[in-house]
């Protein structure tokens, strides 16, 4: 689907699934091969191009026939339904730009490390998706009462948990009514690349990204919650390999900041000159409002407010700018995001045993002179 490997690693390293130091193994160099980041200097685009979106493939990328392929919504319906392409098409069409993000962003950093798809800041995109709101195709069907659940099945199959699997996620039944809900067949104005689902995929805006599967085949109406690999073993907040811990959900309030100046090739370390520079960025809170963004010159030591931009929309993210006036030297700048709920990244990381939901705050590394 749209994620990485879940609660149970490789058999590289500690028993416990993390690393013991900062070498990275061969398995994490072979899914860092397969997927790709989004480069952090691309958060200069309000909308980002396809080609620099980020992207997690689960197991492999199916090949699907178009033509022949559909969309099948059965069990606790009262009229089952099984669309082609076209028929989907033909339903009333919605874009709508949404930010989504990998619930294991920001893994590579912690310590320390689970091992599996190690992200460092880059699993991050904003698209503007096109498709049919999925609530009026659930209608037609008539969910029953007795419904708690939908279970999306994507086409995409593998082993995980000791599990020959395709992948399979669900939602309550209030959740994908939601209105922006969407089976969205375009990506900025264009159909779906083979990586990213094509030819249909679920978008949920608001959830980390494993929640919007990819190649969606089948759509089931059932009576209690799923309990497949990705529900109860994979995108858990668990302290230990056998703490069952709770669901990933929602994303966290995380604010990222345009690399400035330019890079040393190797180490990525920023040269800026001094002066006035004007740093730039994105935050975004899922769901959630973003109240404020703040910067520090400082490591963290002070902080003063940066000017926000108007948002895309609901479910994407904002600009964000700030003028520093940088004195030679070195200094490690750092920003942070602040949400309607309260939220505000931490300083210190939030660490679990599957490396998800971290929102550390980004800390950029800078020699000015």
């Not at 190690?118 to 609530?135: D, N």
């Not at 805006?205 to 109406?221: H, N």
């Not at 740093?279 to 902080?303: H, Y």
């Not at 004195?327 to 490690?332: D, K």
Request: charged share 20%; with cysteine.
């Amino acid at each position: 689907m749209t994620e990485e490997t879940g609660a149970r690693f490789p058999a590289v390293g500690d028993p416990s699934g993390l690393a013991p130091d900062d070498r990275f193994y061969r398995e994490e160099l072979q899914l860092a091969n397969r997927n790709r980041g989004m480069p952090l200097e691309a958060l200069r685009y309000p909308i980002t191009p396809v080609g620099m979106h980020y992207l997690l493939v689960h197991f492999d990328i199916p090949e699907v026939n178009a033509g022949s392929w559909r969309l099948n919504i059965g069990g606790l319906v009262a009229k089952p339904l099984s669309l082609s392409l076209a028929d989907i098409q033909a339903r009333p069409r919605q874009t709508l730009p949404v930010t989504m993000e990998c619930a294991g962003n920001g893994r590579a950093l912690l310590d320390p490390r689970p091992v599996s798809q190690p992200w460092l800041l880059e699993a991050i995109g904003t698209s503007e998706w096109g498709g049919t709101p999925l609530r009026g195709v659930l209608e037609e069907a008539g969910v029953s009462e007795q419904a708690v659940e939908m279970v999306f099945t994507g086409a995409d199959r593998g082993v995980q948990g000791d599990q020959d699997q395709v992948y399979q996620r669900s939602l309550s039944v209030d959740e994908v009514m939601r209105g922006e809900v969407l089976l969205a067949y375009e990506m900025n104005g264009r159909p779906l690349e083979p990586q990213h689902g094509y030819p249909l995929r679920l978008l949920v805006p608001g959830w980390y990204g494993m929640t919007s599967v990819k190649w969606l085949m089948a759509i089931e109406a059932v009576s209690e919650p799923f309990e497949g690999c990705q529900m109860i073993e994979s995108y858990r907040y668990s302290d230990s390999p056998d703490d069952p811990g709770k669901p990933v959900t929602l994303q966290k309030v995380r604010a990222l900041m345009v690399p400035p100046g330019i890079p040393d090739f190797l180490t990525r370390m920023r040269v800026v000159e001094a002066g006035d520079n004007i740093l730039t960025g994105r935050v975004w809170a899922g769901r959630r409002e973003i109240v404020g963004v703040d910067v520090s010159t400082d490591s963290g030591g002070t902080w003063s407010e940066a000017l926000l931009e108007a948002a895309l929309s609901p479910h994407a993210w904002r600009g964000w700018s700030y003028r520093w006036a940088a004195t030679p030297g070195q200094h490690t700048l750092c920003v942070r995001g602040r949400d309607s709920d309260g939220g505000i990244q931490p300083t210190e990381q939030p660490w679990s045993q599957q490396g998800v939901g971290n929102n550390m705050v980004q800390r950029v590394e800078v020699i000015v002179g």
